[in-house]
């Protein structure tokens, strides 16, 4: 999630958020690595339920309109495995790491939309390291 979260950054979850609201576009959330269920995966969500999220020329395209994509600040080189455009399936969500080319995310198969119920909490803000400490911005 790099620039956002650097390695070894610890947050804070709410983990009671999506019992009250749906996740949003925008939101930083943690799910388990459907690859290695015990640890997780932390991303931001770009496509809610029956959004169309396309990739062409190096941009990430949501329902037709480019993305805006301020918390990533490169171009953008790998697009997984999936085949684009995507429809986001009721109940799931497509997210992507803010490092995009480095990212294990819904443009890979092994993750691909990501189970609302299957999303552990929203990271709220960031409690390591102490200069650090604040608000995440999602």
């Not at 690595?33 to 997780?40: E, G, H, L, R, T």
């Amino acid at each position: 999630m790099m620039p956002t979260l650097q390695n070894g950054d610890m947050v804070f979850l709410n983990r009671f958020s999506y019992l009250f609201i749906e996740p949003q576009v925008g939101d930083i959330v943690a799910f388990p690595n459907p690859s290695n269920p015990s640890q997780n995966f932390i991303k931001r969500i770009i496509g809610s339920p029956g959004d169309i999220v396309d990739f062409r020329a190096g941009m990430f395209y949501l329902n037709g309109e480019p993305l805006n994509d301020a918390f990533s600040h490169e171009t953008v080189i790998s697009f997984g495995s999936v085949q684009f455009p995507v429809t986001v399936e009721e109940g799931r969500f497509f997210v992507l790491g803010d490092n995009r080319n480095g990212s294990m995310d819904s443009r890979h198969s092994s993750v691909g939309n990501v189970y609302s119920s299957s999303m552990i909490g929203r990271v709220a803000f960031r409690i390591w390291p102490l200069t650090s400490f604040g608000r995440v911005d999602g």
